[in-house]
């Protein structure tokens, strides 16, 4: 079984930075794709960033320059630089890990951004 687990989250204020981690574990055979996601209070889930495997980054128009994505192959870790925070930033950011064209979803980490 392949579980995403997050880790970074926080509480930091606007204009601060964070950063997001997470390691997907288990029978990993080929990942296609890692991402985050992140989902604010009574709003659905929407995506922030993601890297398919050999391709580009692409990102929210909301994050397109504040954040960064990067992977680690290696260690089958992906990471999320956030700079600029704002308070419409706050969510609970949720790893997501496509493998072998199943989708994996971690626990979510709490980003809290106050003004």
């Known amino acids: 079984q392949v579980q995403p687990v997050e880790s970074g989250g926080g509480l930091v204020q606007a204009g601060g930075s964070l950063r997001l981690s997470c390691a997907a574990s288990g029978s990993i055979s080929s990942i296609n794709a890692m991402g985050w996601y992140r989902q604010a209070p009574g709003k659905q889930r929407e995506l922030v960033a993601r890297?398919?495997?050999?391709?580009?980054?692409n990102y929210a128009d909301s994050v397109k320059g504040r954040f960064t994505i990067s992977r680690d192959n290696a260690k089958n870790m992906v990471y999320l630089q956030m700079n600029s925070l704002k308070p419409e930033d706050t969510g609970v950011y949720y790893c997501?890990?496509?493998?072998?064209?199943?989708?994996?979803w971690g626990k979510g980490a709490l980003v809290t951004v106050s003004s």
């Open positions: 997501n890990a496509v493998i072998s064209y199943r989708n994996y």
């Open positions: 890297i398919i495997s050999g391709g580009s980054p």
